[in-house]
């Protein structure tokens, strides 16, 4: 087993439990274990913890608490958003609308419905990543059950102007779902603000627990429906049967609480540290491209280093943990469709890499991966004729 790296920067993967939370959630693996649908003390106890989590969840978010459902992670709250949208409302339209750089936690189950015989538009995006909103208008027909678009790209960072996308769906009466799983306890989310009727979130993209999520559910003007994906026992308003991971749902409320007290300050010192790793790579190499332009998540980088493979720089600089894409589908040997939709040549993306950057992440860290990477591309380059080539102008 290989050692642990020393320097973290792939919080967009995941991120450490907070210690806060860990707390918070033990006496419900032990003293206060009851079955959160039982009538009894256990059980009351265990139901109590749940709803104030429900409460936590939801002022992070800025819904209200029965607004809230519980499932095992984002990618559950994805599928129950989309399919349990989209089948619920199959009678009266059988259409989506969903971008192409959008997690595979949504593509696939969008995939999945076209499958079905429901009609999928996928809008493209520009060099930066960003989407056209009037492509968007014009993608949205009187047949569109449902738009998907997400809130912060996993890969870039690029973010997408939930206010504006609220909206045009709102104008032309759609149902409005985003995946805000990476800047919900990064940002400030309203889901009255952006007028998003669905909103999915995991616990472990902020420091809580992992297998455990949320789906919000507008309940009025208008009431969203939705058709169940799990059934045994009418858990969740219906929408998600099975024991309360009660443990799991209070380290989320517990991570929520403490974001939302906590983010601000944190975007803007990651802010600052993201900007220093950039400044400090494109200072000191040439043949770099930034991946994702105009608002990015604050704590996000991904760049393209020309003539370099990007495994072969995370191979040499083990102590440092980094990511070439995705993690979700990091098993895949396809390149990245984030950075292919944003018109990157196969070369760009194989030489792209991600830093995330979280609240551990400090400045000397900061300095020392700039000075480990230049000296580690510079070797890597030192290798290729194509660069040698590309610097005598060849």
Not at 23 to 37: H, I, K, Q, R, V
Not at 118 to 147: F, H, K, W, Y
Not at 195 to 206: D, E, G
Not at 354 to 382: D, P, Q, Y
């Amino acid at each position: 087993m290989s050692a642990r790296p020393r320097i973290y920067l792939d919080y967009n993967a995941t991120t450490p439990t907070d210690e806060r939370v860990v707390e918070a959630m033990l006496p419900y693996f032990t003293s206060e274990f009851g079955n959160a649908s039982s009538g009894h003390e256990f059980g009351l106890a265990a139901r109590e913890a749940v709803e104030r989590a429900r409460e936590q969840v939801a002022t992070l978010i800025g819904a209200e608490p029965n607004e809230i459902i519980f499932t095992g992670g984002a990618t559950e709250s994805n599928n129950l958003a989309i399919k349990g949208m989209t089948r619920a409302r199959r009678t009266r339209s059988s259409s989506i609308v969903t971008c192409v750089t959008e997690h595979r936690a949504v593509l696939d189950p969008c995939a999945r419905l076209e499958r079905e015989g429901v009609s999928v538009t996928r809008i493209g995006v520009d060099r930066d990543g960003q989407l056209d909103m009037g492509e968007l208008g014009n993608a949205i027909t009187e047949e569109t059950a449902l738009v998907s678009i997400m809130h912060g790209n996993n890969e870039t960072g690029v973010l997408h102007p939930l206010n504006e996308i609220g909206e045009a769906c709102a104008e032309r009466g759609v149902i409005f779902h985003t995946d805000a799983t990476q800047t919900v306890g990064k940002l400030p989310v309203d889901v009255r603000a952006s007028q998003a009727h669905l909103l999915s979130l995991s616990a472990h993209k902020m420091y809580g627990p992992k297998g455990v999520g949320a789906l919000y559910v507008r309940r009025r003007n208008p009431r969203v429906k939705l058709m169940a994906e799990l059934d045994g026992g009418g858990h969740e308003r219906g929408l998600r049967s099975g024991t309360l991971n009660v443990p799991g749902i209070v380290g989320l409320g517990a991570a929520a609480e403490l974001r939302q007290s906590e983010m601000a300050a944190e975007a803007v010192r990651l802010g600052a540290l993201r900007d220093r790793l950039r400044d400090g790579l494109t200072g000191e190499l040439d043949a770099l491209v930034l991946n994702g332009g105009g608002d990015l998540l604050p704590n996000t980088l991904n760049i393209a280093f020309g003539f370099v493979d990007a495994q072969a720089l995370l191979n040499a600089m083990e102590e440092v943990a980094v990511s070439t894409g995705s993690a979700c589908s990091s098993a895949e040997p396809e390149p990245s469709h984030v950075l292919r939709a944003m018109g990157r040549d196969d070369e760009s993306i194989q030489g792209s890499v991600r830093f995330s950057l979280g609240r551990e992440t400090t400045s000397e860290e900061i300095e020392l991966v700039i000075e480990k990477v230049v000296r580690l591309v510079r070797h890597l380059r030192s290798m290729s004729p194509l660069y040698e080539m590309h610097k005598s102008g060849q």
